[in-house]
C-alpha cells in the first residue's frame, strides 16, 4: 500500500493583501497559491516592487497594522504534530507564538533581528526559555550548541559576545542560529545574502541547505537574484505586478522558461564567468525594457504585455490564467506554446 502523500507544510491559496492609502486601497499582490513541502526550499523571484516581501510578510503576518491587510485567501501552515493552522485568520496571540516558534525568519540586515544591548547568548537563550521553559544553564548551553551548528567557531566566547563585535556574515549566522531555536517547520528568509559579499553569501547558502538537510525544514526565499535561486531552490515562483506569472521545478523553468519575463529575466542575468569578460569587452547585459508598473496604474489584461515583445491584442483583453505547461510547471501567458 502506499503511503499518504504528506500534506505540505506551507499551503497558501488564494492570498490578497491590500494597502490602504490615501489615494484608496490598493491590491499589491493577489491570486497566489503556493504550497512548500517539508525539505523543500521554494523561491520567490521577480524585480522590485512585484510583491515577494508582501507575500512573505503576510505568512508572517508582519503587514503594518492598520495600512496592509490579507483581504481574501487562506495560508495554511502545519506543525511537527500536524496541526494545521491559517494564519490568515489566526489571532494575534497565537501569530506571536508561530513567529520564531513553528516559522523562523531571516531578513536582509541582520541588525534589525538583532538587539544591539543583549549579548548574542541571551537573544538566542531567551526564546528557548520562555517558549521551552528551559532554565538558564541549559538554554545556554543549547544557544552554545546552536551557534556551533551554524559555523560561529569559538561559541562558547561568542556566546557573551554583542552583535556589533561580530561581522556581517557571522551577524547573519546568529539571526539563523536564533530563527532555529525552537526548531521551525518553515524557514522564511528575505534576501539573507544580499548585503553580504559573494563569498559570505555562498557559505550561507550552503548552511541553509545543510539545516535544511539536518531539520527537513521548508524554506521559502525571497530574492531578486536568479543565481541564488539556481544554487538553492527546488521550485521558483516568478513573481510580476503582484501575480505569480510562471512557477515550476527550477531546473525546468531555467531550462525551458515559459513567460516573456522569465525569459527577460533569465536573459538579463551574467552567465558563470561571463561578468568580467563582457565588462571588458564593453558588452551591455541584456535589459527587459519600461518598468514595473505602480500599483496605482495597473494595465488591464496582462500586466506584463506593454513591456512584452510578444503581446497580441488579446493580452490586454483579461488576464491570462495560470496555465499547466508540463508536470508542476505553470505559466500565466496566453502564448507559452509559441514563444
Ligand atoms: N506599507 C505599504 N504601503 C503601500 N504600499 C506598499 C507598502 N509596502 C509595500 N507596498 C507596495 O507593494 C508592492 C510590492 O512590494 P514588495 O515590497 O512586496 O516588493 P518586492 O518584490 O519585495 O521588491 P524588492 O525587491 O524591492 O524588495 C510595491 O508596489 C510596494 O510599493
Ligand atoms: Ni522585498
Not at 525569459?263 to 568580467?276: C, I
Amino acid at each position: 500500500m502506499m503511503a499518504p502523500a504528506a500534506q505540505p507544510v506551507l499551503d497558501i491559496r488564494g492570498l490578497r493583501t491590500v494597502f490602504r492609502t490615501r489615494g484608496g486601497e490598493l491590491t499589491a499582490v493577489r491570486d497566489i497559491d503556493l504550497v512548500i513541502d517539508a525539505g523543500e526550499t521554494l523561491a520567490l523571484v521577480g524585480e522590485s516592487g512585484s510583491g515577494k516581501s508582501v507575500t512573505s510578510l503576510s505568512v508572517m503576518r508582519l503587514l503594518t497594522r492598520n495600512v496592509g491587510k490579507i483581504a481574501a485567501g487562506a495560508i495554511r501552515l502545519r506543525d511537527r504534530q500536524g496541526i494545521v493552522s491559517d494564519l490568515a485568520t489566526l489571532d494575534d496571540r497565537h501569530m506571536r507564538e508561530i513567529r520564531g516558534g513553528d516559522i523562523g525568519i531571516v531578513f536582509q540586515e541582520p541588525m534589525s533581528s538583532l538587539n544591539p544591548v543583549l549579548t548574542i547568548g541571551d537573544q538566542i537563550a531567551e526564546p528557548i526559555r520562555i517558549r521551552r521553559k528551559a532554565d538558564r544553564a541549559a538554554a545556554m548551553r543549547e544557544a552554545i550548541a546552536l551557534l556551533e551548528s551554524v559555523g560561529i567557531p569559538d561559541a562558547k566566547r561568542r556566546v557573551r559576545q554583542y552583535p556589533h563585535e561580530l561581522s556581517g556574515g557571522m551577524r547573519q549566522r546568529a539571526t539563523i542560529a536564533m530563527a532555529l531555536a525552537c526548531d521551525p517547520v518553515l524557514l522564511i528568509a528575505d534576501e539573507p545574502t544580499t548585503a553580504l559579499d559573494v563569498t559570505i553569501q555562498a557559505q550561507i547558502l550552503d548552511l541553509l541547505q545543510r539545516l535544511q538537510r539536518e531539520r527537513s525544514m521548508a524554506i521559502l526565499f525571497v530574492t531578486h537574484n536568479l543565481g541564488v535561486v539556481a544554487e538553492i531552490a527546488h521550485r521558483v515562483a516568478v513573481m510580476y505586478a503582484g501575480r505569480i506569472v510562471e512557477e515550476g521545478p527550477t531546473e525546468a523553468v531555467f531550462r525551458n522558461p515559459r513567460h516573456p519575463y522569465t525569459r527577460g529575466l533569465l536573459a538579463s542575468m551574467p552567465r558563470l564567468g561571463e561578468a568580467t569578460r563582457m565588462r571588458q569587452a564593453g558588452e551591455q547585459l541584456y535589459a527587459i525594457p519600461g518598468v514595473v508598473p505602480g500599483l496605482t496604474r495597473m494595465p488591464s489584461g496582462c500586466a506584463f504585455a506593454p513591456r512584452c515583445a510578444h503581446a497580441i491584442q488579446a493580452c490586454s483583453e483579461a488576464v491570462p490564467a495560470l496555465e499547466r505547461v508540463e508536470a508542476n510547471h505553470a505559466s500565466r501567458c496566453i502564448r507559452w506554446r509559441e514563444i
